[in-house]
């Protein structure tokens, strides 16, 4: 059962910790010079930088471990599913995560104060390279490099808060906090439960257990990010009647969320030269996220596309159930997703200041498995 209360307090709670990290950098006139100091703080076993302001290195002491309650092992079998399907994930990621995050009406309005409504690639790729953070073997623990990225997440978010409210351009008590905890309980949901929706609705097959799994990795992350851990379900079945009562429900029509999609959709449609192609992309996002929101967010329609896309996800359907028995299936599969990732990469880094690393674990696993997608950056080490 839904405790209705406790979601609709999140509106008005941010992230104490981080939030006064940020108030005594700013009091202090340091931000500058933490960012660049951080900007080198990658790894999760790397010593932490000895010119940080006193304030900053408690933070990330405080912040180093997953909660006492994280299964580690439940969370490497997460990561086997991703190694075999991760390049669907990242597609669903583009083609549904977004949109989705975008017909939220007070999350696109913070973005938009934030980033401007002209910079789709810096948050698809920050999006990206936080998932693939996420998923990599040993994530959580030494020789991973997803807690530094967690906590910095943190502080940009507290960041974000701080300079939103002393903005005058944002109205706590009509609006809440800015990226407040319910928003980022939304988000956590729309990048697990609803991606692994957005999965099955084109034609990719998903285990009940994998579903499980995947969310719980999120909610472990959750937890690292500050989300108060009673926020977050703790069965997948909680989780769905959680999105459709808090995301799925905020859904809804938006100048800024309309905006953000038709630059999302020109940014991708630069994958497909000419004008043969012209509306994949659309057609593409229409078949992951829901009609109504592909609707609200007016992504355009494309008879011819729309049904090449229909198609396309039955002909996964049918692939998938042989996909055991069939490497010529199995071949097919990942290979499309691989390309469509490689060329998110392509699209991403085309002459951005964002770029997007695959770590090196996983680098080598879909290179074993001829799924590496092509004309990605190195690496992490």
Known sequence: MIDTATVDALKFQGDPLADAVVADLVAAGRV??????????????????DELPEVVREFLVATDNPPAWA???????????????????????????????YAQPRASRALTLTHGLNQPHRRLSETSQFVMDMMACDAFRSGGSFVPTIQKTRLIHAAVRHFLTKSGRWDVEA???????????????IFSVQVIDGMRRIGISVTEQEAADYYYVWRVTGAMLGIPVEALPES???????????????????????ALTRNLVTLY????????????????????????????????????????????????????????????????LDKAGALLLGGSVRTLTDGQSTTLSIPADLRERWAEAGTLPPDTTAGRR
């Open 32 to 49: 500058g010079e933490v960012n660049r100091v951080l900007e080198h703080f990658r790894a999760n076993d790397q010593p932490i930088p």
């Open 269 to 332: 449609e630069k994958l497909f030269p000419g004008k043969v192609f012209d509306g994949i992309v659309a057609a593409m996002i229409r078949q992951v996220v829901n009609p109504e929101v592909a609707d609200w967010m007016e992504v355009p329609r494309s008879r011819a596309w729309g049904g090449v896309v229909r198609t396309g996800a039955r002909l996964m359907r049918v692939l998938e159930r042989s996909e055991d028995t069939s490497a010529l299936a199995t071949t097919v």
């Open 175 to 189: 609006d809440g906090v800015p990226i407040c905890q319910q928003d980022m309980v939304g988000a956590l949901l």
């Open 71 to 101: 299964d580690l092992d439940r969370v490497a079998r997460a990561y086997d599913f991703f190694v075999d399907d991760g390049v669907h994930v990242a597609s669903v990621l583009t083609f549904g995560a977004m949109v989705n995050c």
């Open 236 to 258: 997948l079945d909680g989780a769905r009647e959680l999105s459709a009562a808090l995301v799925e429900a905020a859904y809804g029509p938006s100048p800024e969320g309309v």
